[in-house]
């Protein structure tokens, strides 16, 4: 199967990797070019750990030529998803299916919506996480630290969740659980919130550059805000109707790890030899990523249903007044939805935006 991946990163790269060794053609496209200069030249992918070999993906020059894949993955930062969805949108056809790895901000809605004026409807998949974790070594050689045994998926509209089930299950294996909606994704994301946490708690080492093991530097302080935060988490998923795995549901179904307390889920991940060094630039996604894309949205749900989340809300202003900026106002997918009420969201969320039936599939 051709497979289109928007992004050139580590992870799309990963993905790249994994495609084609078990027999696909992975088709590649870097926005800025930059990431597949050496590729360009005809230096191999070298990939190791989880995935070991050499991979020559197919680098593609635009969204038009990425688009001619029947699959296309987006697989790059949230902040550079509109970008590349507004390149992809004049090129898609019903045909196409398209998923988002993983999914923040309702990027998915966004997309819908675009495609809505065109008068078509593709089914959209979204993940809460990424498929693997991977690291690049250089602009050539990304080394894949872990694939995920189970990765949680929605799909818009829902009522053709299980054709882009398998899809994935397809080109990835038996590794997706199907919810029952993108809402249930958005709270599904334990990223944001982790990575915040993290991140503030060591911002010092992360901005002299310092090596720092990350696992080993989740100490009981900041353990104890990791399950702050996820207390938050569930309280907004209750109030929306909503059940989402702890944090100790995603430790033991990611990383195959337990703990009586999340101090000691990143203690045994420590003395498992998993872990990696942490942010060493203050540019980290960790931040510029997660903040506005991931906790802002976050607690655009929670103002919705009416549920306090001072952690995020606090994690949020602090680091914003740290890099001297508005994360919240960084979010260039959420003011494009429109004004949204509770009622609005939790509808579009199953059924996307009307189109004209004769050009539905």
Request: hydrophobic residues 45%; proline residues 4%; neutral net charge.
């Amino acid at each position: 199967m051709h497979i289109g991946i928007a992004g050139a990163g580590a992870i799309a790269m990963g993905y790249a990797g994994f495609l084609l060794s078990h027999g696909h053609a992975a088709h590649v496209w870097s926005p800025s070019g930059k990431s597949v200069a050496g590729l360009l030249k005809g230096t191999p992918l070298t990939v190791t750990g989880a995935i070991e070999g050499e991979f020559d993906p197919w680098i593609c020059s635009s969204a038009k030529e990425l688009a001619k894949c029947d699959v296309i993955i987006v697989a790059l930062p949230a902040y550079g998803h509109r970008m590349v969805l507004d390149s992809l949108v004049p090129h898609i056809d019903p045909h196409h299916t398209i998923i988002i790895s993983g999914h923040l901000s309702f990027a998915a809605l966004y997309l819908a919506k675009r495609l809505s004026e065109r008068s078509i409807e593709i089914p959209i998949g979204v993940w809460n996480t990424t498929l693997l974790t991977s690291k690049a070594q250089s602009s050539t050689h990304i080394r894949i630290g872990a694939i995920r045994a189970k990765v949680d998926m929605a799909v818009l509209p829902v009522r053709r969740r299980y054709e882009v089930q398998a899809i994935c299950v397809a080109l990835f294996g038996d590794r997706f659980l199907i919810k029952d909606d993108m809402l249930t994704i958005a709270l599904s994301n334990l990223n944001p919130q982790n990575h915040m946490g993290i991140a503030l708690c060591n911002l010092t080492r992360i901005e002299r550059g310092e090596a720092w093991g990350q696992n080993t530097n989740v100490t009981p302080a900041v353990a104890r805000l990791l399950e702050g935060l996820d207390r938050e988490r569930l309280g907004i998923a209750a109030a929306f109707g909503k059940t989402v795995r702890t944090i100790f549901d995603h430790s033991v179904l990611s990383h195959g790890v337990s703990g009586s307390s999340v101090a000691e889920v990143y203690a045994n991940l420590a003395q498992q030899g998993k872990d990696p060094v942490g942010p060493k630039d203050i540019n980290t996604r960790y931040v510029v990523e997660d903040v506005p894309f991931g906790l802002i949205t976050t607690l655009y749900l929670a103002r919705m249903c009416g549920v306090e989340a001072l952690l995020h809300e606090s994690g949020a202003a602090i680091l914003s007044a740290c890099y001297g900026r508005d994360f919240g106002a960084d979010n260039d997918i959420l003011p494009e939805l429109g004004s949204l009420d509770r009622t609005a969201l939790t509808t579009l969320v199953v059924e996307g935006y009307p189109v004209s039936m004769k050009d539905v599939m």
